[in-house]
């Protein structure tokens, strides 16, 4: 089993935050504080908190979660 990149982590961990039902301030606090995502700091603090609301809406209604 290869190690899974930090893009790869991230992303994950974001999609699973999207669909968690947590709200906008939670995720971008969340993502914030996580330490294996220091060096997207910068990237995160330009999320504008209505597209995460946004976001989480659309995960709720079309993503579809895939068993690993």
Known sequence: MHKQSLLAQYQD???E???SGLTHD???EAL???SRFKSY?????QF???M???A???MGKWAKHKEI
Not at 41 to 45: A, G, N, T, V
């Open 13 to 15: 961990a974001l999609q």
């Open 17 to 19: 935050l999207l669909s």
């Open 26 to 28: 939670e995720i971008l």
């Open 32 to 34: 914030r504080t996580d």
């Open 41 to 45: 700091d910068e990237y995160i603090k």
């Open 48 to 50: 504008d908190p209505d």
């Open 52 to 54: 995460v609301a946004v």
């Open 56 to 58: 989480c809406e659309l």
